[in-house]
């Protein structure tokens, strides 16, 4: 079982910046994939950025040059750099983890973006 804690969400203003936190009950190392989902009211999820363990990178079109990953190996945390956002970032953001093709899923955390 991987217990993943978000954080770091909030309301902010258009052209504003947020970071958002995932911290994870293991080692970072054992995950295979990490990554950010988002969920606007009456939408579905969607990928938003994720990180294999090797390192590699992918963003949604509608992020790229916006957000970017990063993480710390030794707090066991993937953060999520946003700039530049915009009311349409507005979603629950959520922390998923994929382990063995098992994904564990965080609590999610608010982002507002006012106009």
């Known amino acids: 079982q991987v217990q993943l804690v978000e954080s770091g969400g909030g309301l902010v203003q258009a052209g504003g910046s947020l970071r958002l936190s995932c911290s994870a009950s293991?080692?970072?190392?054992?995950?295979?994939?990490m990554a950010w989902y988002r969920q606007a009211p009456d939408k579905q999820r969607e990928l938003v950025a994720a990180?294999?363990?090797?390192?590699?990178?992918n963003y949604a079109d509608s992020v790229k040059g916006r957000f970017a990953l990063s993480r710390d190996n030794d707090k066991n945390t993937l953060y999520l750099q946003m700039n530049s956002l915009q009311p349409e970032d507005t979603a629950v953001y959520y922390c998923?983890?994929?382990?063995?093709?098992?994904?564990?899923w965080g609590q999610g955390t608010q982002v507002t973006v006012s106009s």
């Open positions: 998923k983890s994929t382990i063995w093709n098992r994904d564990y």
């Open positions: 293991i080692s970072i190392f054992s995950i295979t994939t």
């Open positions: 990180i294999t363990r090797g390192g590699s990178t």
